[in-house]
């Protein structure tokens, strides 16, 4: 089954992080096909996202490459969309 997975994960926050990997993870030993859904903030000053990158987001880089390819809103087709 196709999931799409609709949470916050792309965040310097090791909680939603944690818990994104970790449904996506049951989800994916399950038999089902995870990916996330790219809900990124378009309106955020684009001098604090860079700040924000370099500074706060590093140590979650390497982490974040453990979770599924996330998908746009609107290039998606699943069979559920969990919350």
């Not at 390497?62 to 996330?70: E, N, R, S, V």
Request: contains cysteine; charged residues 20%.
């Amino acid at each position: 089954m196709k999931i799409i997975l609709a949470t916050i994960w792309n965040v310097a926050n090791y909680g939603a992080l944690l818990q994104c990997y970790g449904l996506c993870k049951y989800l994916t030993d399950s038999g089902h096909d995870v990916s996330l859904l790219d809900l990124s903030m378009s309106n955020t000053n684009i001098l604090l996202k860079k700040l924000k990158s370099v500074t706060i987001n590093r140590p979650f880089e390497d982490f974040k490459k453990k979770l599924p390819k996330p998908v746009k809103i609107g290039e998606h087709n699943a069979d559920i969309y969990i919350t």
